[in-house]
């Protein structure tokens, strides 16, 4: 009886495109962003000035100042301190553009039911990415009810998981459930 009616919603909304979920965190990724963008920069100015001045001083042929541990006495601290500070900051960049990316703004169930388009905040939150895939290249990974924070959606053919909020609104939740929200074998 449950399916039948699922059914009967699917098929009425399958006259027209319907909003099944939306989240607006624009904001929020902007000012993520430009956090991760300046954390980059700060840095890479570290590691500019790693480079340049941690060169190695010559040190006192005897004496106690030799045995100073702490004392640069040849290029791999300079190296392996320029190459850390390269490493956090590109991380940080990283993070920053790949986290909106895989957070749903609005998911969007296509006139006919065959497609979905998904709609994202653009790397390090600037703009906005929508994409159409579909409807049988996407699976719920856990049931909405299941999910403490986001409800994880499986894509076909893209390497990560996309996420939606639990805050978001969720608009149509028996047409999610049997058509983006419906466990599939990917």
């Known amino acids: 009886m449950a399916a039948r009616a699922a059914l009967e919603v699917a098929a009425a909304a399958a006259a027209r495109d319907v909003v099944l979920y939306e989240h607006d965190r624009s904001r929020f990724f902007r000012l993520a962003g ?3 963008a300046s ?3 700060f840095w890479a100015y570290l590691a500019h000035y790693a480079f340049t001045a941690l060169r190695p001083v010559p040190g006192p042929a005897s004496g106690t100042g030799a045995d100073d541990p702490l004392r ?3 290029n ?5 301190f320029t190459a850390s500070c390269l490493t956090v900051g590109s991380l940080t960049v990283a993070a920053g553009w790949l986290l909106p990316l895989r957070s749903v703004a609005r998911l969007t169930l296509l006139r006919g039911g065959a497609a979905v388009s998904i709609a994202t905040p653009g790397p390090l939150g600037v703009g906005r990415r929508t994409f159409t895939v ?13 999910a403490a924070a986001a409800v ?4 076909r053919g893209r390497p990560f998981f996309f996420l939606l909020d639990k805050r978001g609104e969720l608009r149509e939740p028996r047409l999610f459930d049997v058509t983006v929200g419906a466990a599939r074998k990917l």
């Open 39 to 41: 954390q980059g920069l």
């Open 134 to 146: 579909p409807l049988r290249d996407v699976a719920g990974a856990a049931h909405r009810s299941e």
């Open 152 to 155: 994880p959606i499986r894509v």
């Open 76 to 80: 791999k601290w300079r190296f392996g």
């Open 34 to 36: 430009l956090f991760c």
């Open 72 to 74: 640069p006495r040849d």
